[in-house]
């Protein structure tokens, strides 16, 4: 806990001097804010740390573009913070800008990709979107086995989520299947 809030005054003084430094629209002053916000949500403060992260997302858009890798990331940590408090709708429209970003910028078939069709396939899951869902973790199961292998641990964990979909979907002999291969 004090380390915790001796690293957010630094972070807080580091960003008042960028700010004094560069101004407000520069990159240095989104990676302070994302810091600061990473530690926001570590404090379980997930309304200040997405309103630091929106601030970052909007320095950086404003200064490398909208099809820039770094904004995608940058989206991604603002729809974790509403999952983190449980507005998954909320979530969906950055992960799926975030994704549209690395797909143009990375390919269809680059492990980052992956991710981020998880993370939005479990948020749909959770929406009980669950064809949609299925078709996420299927898609990040097939980036990461060519990627990585087919004993990757991303990729038992696409395995569960395809699990976690057909159980809902009420096909448990599939959930079964899927989980055998995990």
């Known amino acids: 806990e004090g380390d915790r ?13 960028r700010l004094q430094v560069f101004g407000d629209d520069r990159v240095p002053v989104a990676e302070s804010l994302t810091y600061l916000g990473e530690l926001e949500a570590l404090e379980g403060d997930f309304d200040r740390a997405r309103e630091s992260f929106t601030k970052a997302l909007e320095v950086l858009e404003s200064e490398l573009g ?3 890798p770094h904004l995608a990331v940058a989206l991604s940590t ?35 990709v992956g991710v ?32 990585l292998g087919s004993d990757h641990s991303l990729v038992a964990n696409a ?24």
């Not at 809030?5 to 001097?17: K, N």
């Open 66 to 68: 909208p099809e820039q």
């Open 78 to 112: 603002v729809a974790r913070s509403w999952t983190e408090t449980g507005r998954d709708q909320q979530a969906l429209a950055p992960y799926e800008r975030a994704l549209a970003i690395l797909v143009s910028q990375l390919g269809n078939e680059h492990p980052q």
């Open 116 to 147: 981020l069709l998880f993370n939005l396939a479990t948020v749909q899951l959770r929406l009980l979107e669950l064809e949609t869902a299925l078709r996420g973790f299927r898609r990040a199961k097939t980036i990461w086995t060519r990627a």
């Open 5 to 17: 809030q001796l690293a957010m005054s630094h972070h807080r003084r580091a960003l008042d001097i």
């Open 159 to 182: 395995l569960t989520g395809e699990a976690d979909c057909f159980e809902r979907l009420g096909s448990p002999s599939e959930a079964l299947c899927a989980l055998e291969a995990v």
